[in-house]
T-cell receptor, first 118, second 115 residues
Framework: KAGVTQTPRYLIKTRGQQVTLSCSPI?????VSWYQQTPGQGLQFLFE???????NKGNFPGRFSGRQFSNSRSEMNVSTLELGDSALYLC?????????????????FGPGTRLTVL | GNSVTQMEGPVTLSEEAFLTINCTYT??????LFWYVQYPGEGLQLLLK?????DKGSNKGFEATYRKETTSFHLEKGSVQVSDSAVYFC??????????????FGQGTILTVHP
């Protein structure tokens, strides 16, 4: 079974631009979570989607948004990029068959998209 | 809210040495605990997990026991190899609050193993 895929793997943008990152979860996984990884702040949760609905959101400004499609693929968008948005953005998928909160649901991570803002 | 604290790093060991990476957590309720590993240029891989008190997770020679009384989940390996060099993250999910799809991570510990 194919793992979580993320595209593109690398992006270079300039301040003020916007960017869209894509994530394809493992087949059959319905939950997709997004994280930002930086040397200073570590791994921080952005948001989680299940069945096209955002169920949870981290403490990030409204410039960060996402969506999920009916095939569980997800995108995240960052508008009006700032230098501090340079980071590795990681997507993770989880089976979550019941749609209920199960803390033991494992998350499987993709390789990430490295975003550099100049 | 939930939080995870890992030992200060980096950790440098010689091959075949014993490894311990400390992890403690703060959470209400009954969280699940995980160790993830990240190799250079890659995403995170699940190393092991434990979902209730006194559970022991194990994989590839690594072990960790869920200690509710000390709120800890320390990672251990009896004999490390050069190929174990990576960044290790302790994480928790659940444990009360709004927890859909959210892992809370420690700051990560860089492990370097020399031949």
């Amino acid at each position: 079974k194919a793992g979580v895929t993320q595209t593109p793997r690398y992006l270079i943008k300039t301040r003020g631009q916007q960017v869209t990152l894509s994530c394809s979860p493992i087949s059959g996984h319905r939950s997709v979570s997004w994280y930002q990884q930086t040397p200073g702040q570590g791994l921080q949760f952005l948001f989680e989607y299940f069945s096209e609905t955002q169920r949870n959101k981290g403490n990030f400004p409204g410039r960060f948004s996402g969506r999920q499609f009916s095939n569980s693929r997800s995108e995240m968008n960052v508008s009006t990029l700032e230098l501090g948005d340079s980071a590795l953005y990681l997507c993770a998928s989880s089976l979550d068959p019941s749609g209920k909160v199960r803390s033991y649901n494992e998350q499987f991570f993709g390789p990430g998209t490295r975003l550099t803002v100049l | 809210g939930n939080s995870v604290t890992q030992m200060e790093g980096p950790v440098t060991l010689s091959e075949e040495a014993f490894l311990t990476i400390n992890c403690t957590y703060t959470a209400t309720g009954y969280p699940s605990l995980f160790w993830y590993v990240q190799y250079p240029g890659e995403g995170l891989q699940l190393l092991l997990k434990a979902t209730k008190a006194d559970d022991k997770g194990s994989n590839k020679g690594f072990e960790a026991t869920y200690r509710k009384e000390t709120t800890s989940f320390h990672l251990e390996k009896g004999s490390v190899q050069v190929s174990d060099s990576a960044v290790y993250f302790c994480a928790l999910s659940g444990g009360g609050g709004t927890s859909y799809g959210k892992l809370t991570f420690g700051q990560g510990t860089i492990l370097t193993v020399h031949p």
